[in-house]
């Protein structure tokens, strides 16, 4: 079956780094275009990054637009959130989503991973 595990998340620091993973099994994974996503308490959850099936375009938010780097490594099934330059304001639940490339209506969803920037 297909699975969507995030892995990554924890405590940053104002300013600090942290690396989010998803890792993909059950599915042709460079079939799918990937984003990441994220839900912060009481708002509604938004797109933060997406990345094409080759990974020859991105998609950013303006909030992370020059923090965050999505990246994908299909070789090994595996989709990558460099997360630099952390404000409190990133703090949320980050969801791996993965949509296939010829029918939007097939969707997968991670179990979500929480990030927490503080000091």
């Known amino acids: 079956q297909v699975q969507l595990v995030e892995s990554g998340g924890g405590l940053g620091q104002p300013g600090g780094s942290l690396r989010l993973s998803c890792a993909a099994s059950?599915?042709?994974?460079?079939?799918?275009?990937m984003s990441w996503y994220r839900q912060a308490p009481g708002n509604e959850r938004e797109l933060v990054a997406s990345?094409?099936?080759?990974?020859?375009?991105?998609n950013y938010a303006d909030s992370v637009k020059g923090r965050f780097t999505i990246s994908r490594d299909n070789a090994r099934y595996t989709m990558y959130l460099q997360m630099n330059s952390l404000k409190p304001e990133d703090t949320a639940v980050y969801y791996c989503?993965?949509?296939?490339?010829?029918?939007?209506?097939?969707?997968?969803w991670g179990q979500g991973t929480q990030v927490t920037v503080s000091s």
């Open positions: 989503k993965a949509r296939y490339y010829n029918n939007n209506a097939i969707n997968y």
């Open positions: 059950g599915l042709t994974f460079s079939s799918y275009v």
């Open positions: 990345i094409t099936r080759a990974a020859d375009s991105t």
